[in-house]
């Protein structure tokens, strides 16, 4: 009768091989969570800018609904003028849109409503008549990182948007 010699365990080759292929699979998954966390703060980043853009137009139409209704004239470029008197929006060097009054017109104010903004404009609708002038139509445009994020909206002094 021979004996039997029962095995007990992994040899030292099995044990190697099986590290191998360990290592080859979490080395894969390590690169898939590695984009999956850049993708979640490139989103979360994106987010944040939206977040800011949103804020800022809601406080705009609020001071715009808060206005009464008067005759628009065409600002300076990154300012909405006098339109929400005694309050002005203006585009700062360093991309802040900047809450500051009208009285400052070297925009030096220190209330910043939005960072990353790379343009603002406060306009008149094309081919405004009579009836439209007491609208305005704000636009801010966003970046920071990913695609530019443009939001636009029109309101009527004294309330109502359109």
Avoid: H
Avoid at 12 to 37: D, F, K, R, Y
Wanted: one cysteine or more.
């Amino acid at each position: 009768m021979a004996a039997r010699r029962s095995q007990r365990g992994l040899t030292l080759i099995e044990l190697m091989l099986a590290v191998a292929v360990a290592a080859i699979v979490l080395g894969g998954l390590s690169g898939v969570l590695l984009v999956g966390l850049e993708a979640q703060a490139s989103g979360r980043q994106a987010n944040e800018v939206l977040y800011q853009g949103r804020f800022a137009m809601d406080r705009m139409i609020a001071k715009a609904r808060a206005t009464a209704p008067k005759l628009l004239t065409t600002p300076l470029a990154g300012t909405s003028g006098d339109w929400f008197s005694p309050t002005m929006y203006c585009l700062q060097s360093g991309d802040r849109l900047v809450e500051t009054t009208v009285s400052d017109a070297a925009c030096t104010g220190s209330s910043v409503i939005a960072e990353s903004v790379i343009a603002f404009s406060a306009q008149l609708p094309s081919g405004a008549g009579p009836l439209d002038e007491p609208v305005a139509v704000l636009s801010l445009t966003l970046q920071s990182g990913g695609a530019p994020i443009a939001l636009t909206t029109s309101v009527r002094l004294g309330g109502g948007a359109l």
